[in-house]
């Protein structure tokens, strides 16, 4: 790693280097993910209690949550191939 105390990284640095930034992260130095200069992402402390478990209750009970119906369609798979492929010629 070049500069430990940086603030913003290339992503391939990052995952080249991750144990390292992970650690500044957790010693409370945050940090933003770069795509060529683009920022997509940022790395912070985690706020929480070390060990707590964050439970929400559910909304919906399983039987409650309504399923899309089944998508049935036949294709004949071998015909669309030789067409995509006649198509190339």
């Known amino acids: 790693m070049k500069n430990p105390g940086k603030t913003t990284v290339q992503i391939a640095d990052f995952k080249a280097h991750l144990s390292e930034y992970l650690r ?5 130095h945050p940090l933003t993910l770069v795509d060529r200069h683009t920022p997509v992402a940022q790395v912070v ?17 399983p039987d ?26």
């Open 45 to 61: 402390p985690y706020s929480g209690k070390p060990g707590q478990l964050v439970v929400r209750k559910a909304t919906l009970r």
């Open 24 to 28: 500044n992260v957790r010693n409370g």
């Open 64 to 89: 409650q949550v309504k399923l899309l119906a089944p998508y049935y369609k036949k294709i004949d798979v071998m015909r669309y191939l030789a067409e995509e492929r006649q198509s190339w010629r």
